[in-house]
């Protein structure tokens, strides 16, 4: 059994224990539910801004333990004030170490679009990630057939929530690219290995049609990783373990904006 296979095991087991703890009816009661969520394609494709969805996560299958002292709420008011378009938040425990409370946490702090990052595999989930505060939600081609995207896609549509499908190759694009997407993200690393190939983003990039605004995910380590990938065209780039590495990931992500704006000019 590959780590995804395990990851989506554990989940369904998970999603069944929430809906008693926290039926749906409880979670259209919460502060957020009503909220108007914020436009992550939008953000993206604002100017002014880096495209970059800088991410919060503690630990990660392929790297361990990243980061377990940095806090939700100076790490993603740091990513904004650098110039970040977006947060991602992860939000599953056992393998990457997030929570929801910490999407709330950066709710609370941030008026820029949220994604919630994690393995959705069922409607229960779309109604949580916005009941605490997401803007998007995250659709795995990999995790979950058409059919189930096209459901989970439609509930979020009707939350006002956009839909952020992640492929890995020409295979899932083919079998999971629609008109139900409002972005996608092309993951440079392998789900069931958990290895990363930043030529894959350049390889997929034009299998892509050019009307959905396209995602560079993982991988990105330096300025000249990002400044490549945005002369190819993706107009985001998902970054975390690079910023989340350091003992103050706000910092780092400010840094690295800096010398992006250097290597422009």
């Known amino acids: 059994m590959n780590t995804l296979e395990k990851i989506i095991n554990y ?3 998970e999603v069944e224990k ?10 259209k009661q919460q502060t957020y539910f009503e909220a ?24 990660s299958p392929s790297e361990g333990i990243i980061n377990q002292h940095a806090k939700v709420e100076e790490t993603s008011i740091g990513y904004m004030q650098a110039g970040s378009s977006a947060l991602s938040i992860l939000t599953d425990k ?10 709330k946490t950066a709710r609370k ?25 997401a803007d998007a939600i995250l659709l795995i081609a990999a995790a979950i057939d058409r059919a189930k995207a096209e459901e989970l896609a439609a509930l979020a549509h009707e939350l006002k929530m956009e839909v952020l499908l992640e492929v890995h ?3 899932e694009i083919n079998s ?6 409002d972005l996608v993200g092309v993951n440079s690393r392998d789900l069931k290995s958990f290895k990363t190939d930043l030529e894959g983003l350049k390889a997929l990039y034009s299998k892509i049609p050019d009307e959905y605004v396209k995602i560079a995910e993982s991988g990105i380590k330096t300025s000249e990783d990002y400044l490549k990938l945005k002369t190819l065209g993706f107009k985001g780039f998902l970054i975390g373990t690079t910023f989340m590495k350091n003992t103050n990931p706000a910092k780092a992500c400010q840094k690295f904006s ?5 290597t422009k000019n």
Do not use: W
Not at 18 to 27: F, H, N, Q, T
Not at 43 to 52: E, Q, R, S, V
Not at 94 to 103: H, R
């Open 169 to 171: 190759n020409e295979e």
């Open 258 to 262: 800096q010398q992006i704006r250097i």
């Open 109 to 133: 702090f941030n008026f820029c679009p949220i994604l919630r990052k994690d393995f959705m595999i069922d409607s229960y989930q779309v109604y949580e990630a916005k009941a605490n505060g």
């Open 94 to 103: 056992p393998s990457f170490g997030g929570d929801l409370e910490d999407l």
């Open 36 to 59: 108007t969520p914020v436009s992550l394609k939008k953000y993206l494709l604002d100017p002014n801004k880096t495209g970059i969805i800088a991410e919060f996560k503690r630990q």
């Open 176 to 181: 999971h690219l629609g008109d139900y997407v």
């Open 11 to 13: 989940k369904k087991e």
């Open 18 to 27: 929430r809906k008693k703890l926290y039926p749906v009816e409880l979670l």
